[in-house]
């Protein structure tokens, strides 16, 4: 909980968009100034996403003082950056204690946290789909409700924002907010183009081009020609002079750009937009980090921060071991190259693009299409290795099936953030990837949990001539599983390593992979402690499960025992499921009473306050002692 002494005049008092709308417009620089002074003391505490939401704190100022929340809906982009939205719509004190925390607030929207976050997202670009259905069902049903969707320039870098902007009416009750931040995508350079701006942006503006319309269309018999001929002549000399752009060439009413952190500006253009009653587009400049020095000079490191500010580890992450590995790689091979989909920090693939900028890619918001490049780049007698997280890996399910395994290309998949994911939550769950991977054949799945088998099993994919996927969670190695496993097992090629000896008598065996090996360490111990003595066999790869099941096989005592195949992702089509048919087959497991224990059929949403999320899935250390106690009885 954060502590601090300092007077808060206006969140303790805004339990509803209504209450926001009462406080006098005068006071809105000292508003904004509070919301940016807690943002700053909530992240640094619990972590979350800082520069993004400090850049749209006049901007979601403006939204909920002109628009009116919840009858009318606000979608955000990612909605990494919704924290002031949360602040505004009466759940200051319950983020200032809990944000990213188990049953707590989320750092992204969730329809089940509040009626004012009317669409859930994690994934960047899927905003105006949504906004898309929400403002056609409102035509369809006769509401005069308006869709604001707050979209990043960051997120026109996928392909959903276009494939969702050439399905936009003109008829309908919808504004797209462009909050350009980072990446110029328009042509509004020079002074004439400012002054243009600043003319189209200004009530009057308006007024005399809609009378004006509204004149000329009066006129008989040639006043609908005459509006159409006079349109067009202002479209073409504007045109000439300051260009035209793409949205209006979409159809769509564009309106900007103007500076997206001075409110007064945000709030009657927003205004103006409302008025039109069709799509708008309304394009804000604003800075990220806005009002917090830090984060104003590096807002890619403020971007999303642990707990506790920001003083970074020099303990190096699984992410950034996997980018100094493949890095290394390339100083001595000239074919590997490296791909993210705008990830590049995040997937610890930094030194890499430093390094070798020629041979580095990053596509941004584009998963689907890094893959496919991926497979292009190997297909021509390239090395790519492809980081992308879990989460998002799910968006090129059809890239890797169709571009990479059918034509068994040796593209090198890193799955970062495999497994679960406490803080983020059910968005950024590494869930999905070993059930969707297992089904694609002429693909291998890798499954280090320590630095030095991550790098094995770099090298071997490189080496396999065929796709791989390298899973591997968030965070730091374990010393406790480097203790528990290899302390005595030194290999150069990965398939399996136990805690035990064939010669040992065990009551019970766990089999699992991943990180998730902590927690059955953890029931190891507890159950020795009762005289239950159980061993472990970590897997170091998947797939081939065949050879997986080999594997398990000559380190699996001959005695009868129960065994749980214990994991960390989803059960249907998962570890458990596909390396149980192989097992059931050989004959060193006819006495084995087999059973499997992963997430069972959920998203892992629903998770009480202080809840571990190992215990929300009950896959914890506890749940297996009762699950082994229960079979050796």
Known sequence: MIENNREIKYLNKINSPEDFKAVP???????????????????????????????????????????????????????????VHKLLTGRYQDMRDTLRQSGGICGFTNRAESEHDCFGAGHSSTSLSAALGFAVSDKLNGSDAYTIAVVGDGAYTGGMIHEALNNCRKDLNMVIIL?????????????????????????????????????????PFIGKYLFRFVLGIKKAVKN????????ESMGLTYLGPIDGNDYEQVEGLLKEAKKL????????????????DPAEKAPDIYHGMSPSASKKQDKRTFSATMGHIVTEMAENDDRICAITAAMCDGTGLCEFRDKFPKRFFDVGIAEEHALTFA?????????????????????????????IALQKLPVVI????????????????GLFDVAFLSEIPNLKIYTPITYEALKIAIK??????????????????????????????????????????????????????GRIALEAIKACKALKQKGINVGIILLEFLKPYGECAENVASLMPTIACPVILYEEEIRSGGMGMNLYDKLVNLDIMKNKNIQIMAVDDSFVTDRKKGEAIYTSAKIDADSVCQKISELIK
């Open 460 to 513: 071997q994919a490189f080496d396999e001539g065929i796709p791989c996927a390298i899973r591997y969670p968030n965070g730091y190695e374990s010393q406790d599983i480097v203790d528990e496993f290899y302390s005595s097992n030194v290999h150069s090629s990965l398939g399996a390593v136990s805690n035990f000896s064939v010669d040992d008598k065990v009551d019970a065996v766990i089999v699992t992979h």
């Open 240 to 247: 000439t002079l300051y260009g035209s752009n793409y949205f």
């Open 414 to 429: 890193c799955v970062d953030r495999a497994g679960l994911n406490a803080a983020d939550g059910a968005t950024h769950h």
């Open 25 to 83: 417009n005068e006071e809105m620089p000292a508003v904004a100034q509070e919301i940016r002074s807690e943002l700053v003391e909530i992240v640094s505490q619990n972590g979350g996403h800082l520069s993004s939401n400090l850049g749209v704190v006049e901007l979601t100022m403006a939204i909920h003082k002109v628009f009116d929340s919840p009858r009318d809906h606000i979608i955000f982009d990612v909605g990494h950056q919704s924290y």
């Open 277 to 292: 009653g069709e799509s708008v587009v309304v394009h804000l400049k604003t800075v990220k980090g806005k009002g917090y």
């Open 375 to 403: 497979a292009g780049l190997a297909a021509n007698g390239m090395k790519p290795l492809v980081a992308i997280y879990s989460t998002f890996l799910q968006r090129g399910f059809d890239n890797i099936i169709h571009d």
């Open 179 to 219: 909050n350009e931040n980072e990446m110029s995508i328009s042509k509004n350079i020079g002074r004439f183009a400012k002054n243009l701006s600043k003319l189209r942006t200004s009530p009057g503006y308006f007024k005399t081009k809609k009378a004006t319309g509204a004149f000329l269309r009066k006129i």
